[in-house]
């Protein structure tokens, strides 16, 4: 569990995992059978996601009644880190190229990812089991990297795995600013007083 100083009452902050398949918002969509995240649990009027998982990933999201907190962890003076699941080995060359950053598409539009940390994860981290298969692990090997940056374009870490020829399998953030996913599964639920983000 998070370990947050306690400096507003004003409004309802949630830390959750968002677990695979849900979409980061409260109403479903009419055409989509997927789960939200009304359906972990009986939020207050008003929350809302700050920033969003897509369905096929996973792990920390914070939930907040406050706009203004939306705008201040969205912002890229703030941290976010991801443990990202890619098919095949690391090389160092590909290691090097994320790190300095990799042009994705954006819009339609050629983007230049910002640099950024990315370390390789030996041994893999101790993460959850996720509900549907990976793959077979029969058809390769896999890595894990640690991924953090203060951006969040649309799809970025699995773009940027894509663009260095490393397609991402699995992708669970983990960490945004000090506040870390932990011990928490997916599912948990948990109300806070504040995020106290941004504040060393």
Known sequence: ???LQITSTLHSHFVIYKPYGFLSQ?????RKSKPVLAQLCDFPDKTMAIGRLDHDSEGLLLLTTDGMQSHLIRSKDIEKEYYVQV??????????????????????????TLPCKVELLIPEPNLPARGKKIRDPRHGPTSWLSITIREGKNRQIRKMTAA??????RLVRVRIDHIKLGLMQPGDVVAIEAFDIGND
Not at 26 to 30: G, Q
Not at 87 to 112: F, R, W
């Open 1 to 3: 569990m998070p370990e």
């Open 87 to 112: 098919d095949g080995e690391v090389s160092p060359e590909q290691l090097k190229l994320l790190q300095q950053g990799v042009e994705i598409g954006v819009n339609g539009t050629k983007y230049q």
């Open 164 to 169: 260095v020829g490393l397609p991402t399998l």
């Open 26 to 30: 409260f109403v479903p969509e009419t």
